[in-house]
């Protein structure tokens, strides 16, 4: 771990127990953040992104369970830590911003009286003194008419707004960390972009650094200094922003940028990914999880899987990497 | 080219019913006073024309009224007003409940948003992609399921799978199940609402390819609603841009994004995430759009959020104005031509016309 890392997720593995067996979600999963850096956490829908956030926060499902690794946030284990020592972090240093605003909002109580919560169980901020800090709080995440919208109850706002508020209370005790869960799913592309905007300035006003856990490469490659792309609880890829989008160099991350659709000129140009992720519950996963889909596999993807550095910060986790001057369709921009 | 549906002037209002002072609208009810509720304008004076293999665009915020715009044409509710013509024939007199059983009926089929909430799921695939050819076509027997297998096998949905319930189906299969179904009367027009939202960018790449062939083969148009305007770029040719129940611009896909006139337009195209960090413009929309319940008919939609907001633009709303080979709903959209293409663009655009 280096001396700037604010978290440091190492060898995370996560099993589900269900009825029809063991679901291998997170294997060896390994990435840090530094202070103030803003990564991204990328991958189709099953990968594992919200399960490592999960983890790290100490919120899994009762049937989810850490079989390894560690995640350290400055001294503390935070995989290892009591749950009273893991009450006093999350929140406080560590906040989480979930997908959907409206389920994640108490829905029978004030959201100025949420906020207020939040910055009197842990912004040590006198009870009698909360109320006004939290309609400051909405004033500083852009909710017009603040006073009046304290009052208000979630269902009263739309999708924007609620955001805003959940952005209020994850910030409202100044972590240096936050963990935003596909915050803007669900929201217009208009909206999506004063939400990231939002989150972006916080970041930087205040030194905190941010995951950012997205679906859309696009929009991971436009907010984030660095993008870990996950396939299958397996980090495949991780590197910084420009490298990963221009010379992705696992096999799935090429595909992954070839189907984004701002990457291509026309629609012929757009590749799907062949295959569909493997079933975790399998006990014959191979040991790289993406062989079975991936064109460019070789004998030794069924014995082990390497995590080779082929640049500086940049890990990928194959024994065939693209090489790096794969020709590279891409139409940055397109107009 | 020919037209195929020709919608002129189309409105839909939702009276809204509850409000704060219910007992005093009762009292006057009672007393046998007429009274007028206050109303939603979902769709407000919408005119647009698809023509024959074409592929259109509708874009817009939720909440702008595209899905209510698009339930209307393919006559699944009512219009307040206006004329729906498919082929030169009037469809929004019917009552939506008639034109169920109408022979028209195959002629607009949909696409729903997420295929795993719009098929039965007490249907089989089978029985899904068949109920329509029984109802519409009133096929059964053996050529009903000739026709069902042709019909998967051209989405690309192998027959073993069949006889299978949408909860043991892939996501990208349902979805190939719900354009199977949709496509199996044989329309000539199909209304796409969303179609790969549900999925994953894995597999929306070969949905969308797969129903890019399809129009091809099958000489259809599409109207293909989506709030991705990445995707639109790609799928259509001509695009509106829907907002608070009008439409502000429309033009052709390209050009619309490459140029947008519009500032709602513009703030649309400069909020698409662009991939590996090209420079976007930081044009960004304040505020909450206005309310869409009785709007001042003199004010502009988008005013108090537009970063114009000039005085014109709340004692005047702006009519959609043709500019060159586009249709725009600002007052200043001939500054943004000038400014944007430069002059001798904008004199050639204007010969166009």
């Known amino acids: 771990m280096t001396a700037s890392s604010v978290l440091c997720v190492e060898g995370l593995s996560v099993e589900f127990r269900t009825r029809s067996g063991r679901v291998r979600a997170l294997d060896n999963v390994t990435f840090n953040v530094r202070k103030g850096e803003t990564i991204a956490l990328v991958g189709e829908s099953g990968s594992g992104k919200s399960v490592s956030a999960y983890a790290i926060m100490g919120i899994l499902d009762p049937a989810g369970r850490v079989t390894n690794g560690q995640a350290m946030f400055g001294e503390i284990d935070l995989l290892a830590a009591s749950p009273k020592r893991l009450a006093a972090v999350r929140g406080r240093q560590i906040s989480m911003i979930f997908q959907n605003p409206r389920t994640a909002l108490n829905p029978i109580r004030p959201v100025g009286r949420q906020i207020a919560d939040v910055l009197v169980r842990h912004g040590r901020v006198p009870a009698r003194e909360a109320p006004q800090q939290a309609v400051e709080m909405l004033r500083a995440v852009g909710i017009s008419d603040p006073a009046r919208r304290a009052s208000g109850y979630p269902f009263e706002m739309s999708g924007g707004m609620c955001q805003r508020v959940m952005i209020a209370i994850a910030l409202a005790a100044k972590p240096s960390l936050l963990i935003a869960d596909e915050p803007t799913t669900g929201l217009d592309v208009t909206t999506q972009a004063v939400i990231m905007d939002l989150i972006a300035d916080f970041a930087t006003q205040r030194g905190m650094a941010t995951i950012f856990i997205t679906h859309d490469l696009a929009l991971a490659s436009q907010r984030a200094t660095r993008i870990v792309v996950m396939h299958a609880g397996h980090v495949v890829e991780n590197a910084p922003t420009l490298d990963l989008c221009t ?13 984004t659709p701002d990457s291509a000129a026309n629609l012929d140009d757009l590749a799907a990914i062949p295959g569909s992720l493997p079933d975790l519950r399998r006990t014959d996963l191979p040991p790289c999880r993406y062989s079975e889909r991936c064109p460019r596999k070789t004998e030794l993807c069924s014995q ?17 990497p693209l090489p790096v001057h794969a020709p590279l369709k891409l139409a940055i921009g397109a107009s | 080219m020919t037209v195929l549906l020709d919608v002129d002037h189309v409105s839909k209002f939702f009276p809204v019913g509850s409000g704060p002072n219910q007992l005093a609208r009762l009292k006057r009810r009672l007393s046998g006073g007429a009274e007028k509720l206050p109303k939603v304008y979902a769709v407000d004076n919408v005119s647009l024309v698809i023509n024959k293999g074409e592929t259109v665009g509708l874009v817009g915020e939720s909440g702008c009224g595209k899905s209510t715009l698009v339930r209307a044409l393919t006559r699944l509710i009512d219009v307040s007003g206006g ?9 929004a007199l019917k009552p939506a409940r008639v034109f169920a059983r109408d022979r028209d009926r195959a002629r607009i089929q949909m696409v729903f948003q997420d295929a795993g909430d719009s098929i039965n799921p007490r249907f089989t695939a089978f029985d899904a992609i068949a109920d329509p050819l029984r109802r519409l076509r009133n096929i059964r027997g053996k050529t009903l399921k000739e026709r069902v297998e042709a019909v998967a096998g051209q989405c690309g949905l192998p027959s073993v799978l069949l006889s299978r319930f949408p909860h043991q189906l892939s996501g990208g299969q349902r979805a190939r199940v719900g354009i199977a179904r949709a496509i199996a009367t044989e329309p000539d027009l199909l209304v796409l609402d969303e179609p790969t939202a549900a999925l994953d960018v894995s597999v929306q790449a070969v949905i969308l390819q797969l129903l890019q062939r399809l129009r091809r083969e099958l000489g259809m148009s599409y109207l293909f609603v989506s709030h991705d305007l990445s995707l639109v770029r790609l799928l259509c040719d001509h695009v509106m841009v829907m907002y608070l129940g009008k439409i502000v611009e429309s033009g052709p896909a390209r050009a619309v994004f490459e140029r947008p006139w519009h500032p709602y337009t513009q703030a649309l195209v400069a909020a698409v995430p662009r991939f590996a960090g090209a420079a976007a413009e930081r044009l960004r929309l304040r505020g909450e759009p206005r309310s869409p319940i009785d709007p001042d008919p003199n004010v502009c939609r988008f005013y108090g959020r537009c970063p114009i907001g000039a005085s014109d633009c709340k004692t005047k709303a702006p009519v959609l104005r043709r500019i060159g080979c586009r249709h725009v709903a600002c007052h200043f959209a001939e500054e943004f031509v000038v400014q944007r293409v430069g002059p001798v663009h904008a004199a050639q655009a204007n010969r166009q016309i």
Do not use: D, F, M
């Open chain 1, 247 to 259: 010379q992705p160099r696992h096999p799935y991350t090429a595909e992954l940028v070839a189907a």
């Open chain 1, 304 to 320: 082990s899987l390497p995590l080779t550095s082929v640049g500086p910060e940049h890990i990928v986790a194959c024994w065939n």
């Open chain 2, 83 to 91: 004329s729906i013509k498919l082929g030169g024939r009037e469809l």
